[in-house]
């Protein structure tokens, strides 16, 4: 997904600091509950989307570039940019701090070509 996609469905239509509550514990595997390792997918509490492990467990790689400003989940400003090879990640992981997890937060990192045991991606789906 774009990184207002991402953000549109992490929030799951609510108004939570995470993606389903605003207790971390509910809906994350973050440092201080995760023993620093990834747990099974769907172990938490889900979104208003159905959606779960939007917040913790891994980083989730989304399509944009990295840029400073960011607009907001309803304007959709998709911002590639080909000659920078920085890209956003969403969401947070389990070797993270709680504030790392929180749906608003973005994080740039490496190349679109990196890998590593913290970071994965969502698949998305239109019709």
Avoid at 4 to 12: F, L, N, S, T, V
Avoid at 29 to 39: G, I, Q
Wanted: charge should be positive; hydrophobic fraction near 30%.
């Amino acid at each position: 997904p774009t990184e207002a996609e991402w953000e549109y469905a992490a929030r799951g239509g609510e108004n939570y600091k995470y993606a389903g509550s605003n207790s971390v514990g509910d809906v994350a595997w973050y440092s201080d509950n995760s023993a620093l390792k990834t747990h099974k997918v769907c172990t938490k509490k889900e979104n208003g989307y159905g959606l779960c492990d939007m917040n913790g467990n891994v980083w989730e790689w989304v399509w944009d570039s990295w840029q400073r400003e960011y607009g907001s989940s309803i304007t959709d400003p998709v911002y590639v940019d080909k000659s920078s090879p920085e890209r956003v990640f969403r969401g947070g992981c389990w070797g993270n701090r709680a504030g790392f997890t929180q749906v608003s937060f973005r994080f740039k990192w490496g190349i679109a070509c990196d890998r590593n045991r913290y970071l994965g991606f969502r698949f998305l789906r239109t019709n």
